[in-house]
């Protein structure tokens, strides 16, 4: 579990930046930083799919409900 230092809070706000951040750093030590930024790449590609389907899922589902009234 990691312990957030109040001090450095400010230095990654999260979001993308913070796992872009936390490939390169697990790469550094074996020198394959590219391969572990291609792997967080995928994930956040695979994360946008899916909640883009479920975003358009929910649109749909609103949309039909304006449609009825």
């Known amino acids: 579990m990691t312990v957030l230092d109040p001090a450095r809070v400010h230095e990654h706000p999260g979001g993308m930046d913070d ?4 490939a390169q750093a697990a790469g550094r030590p074996t020198g394959q930083s590219f391969s572990t930024l291609i792997v967080a790449a995928l994930m956040y590609w695979i994360l946008t799919i899916i909640l883009s389907f479920f975003q358009a899922r929910l649109e749909r589902r609103l949309a039909a409900g304006d449609r009825n009234r």
């Open 19 to 22: 796992g872009v951040h936390r």
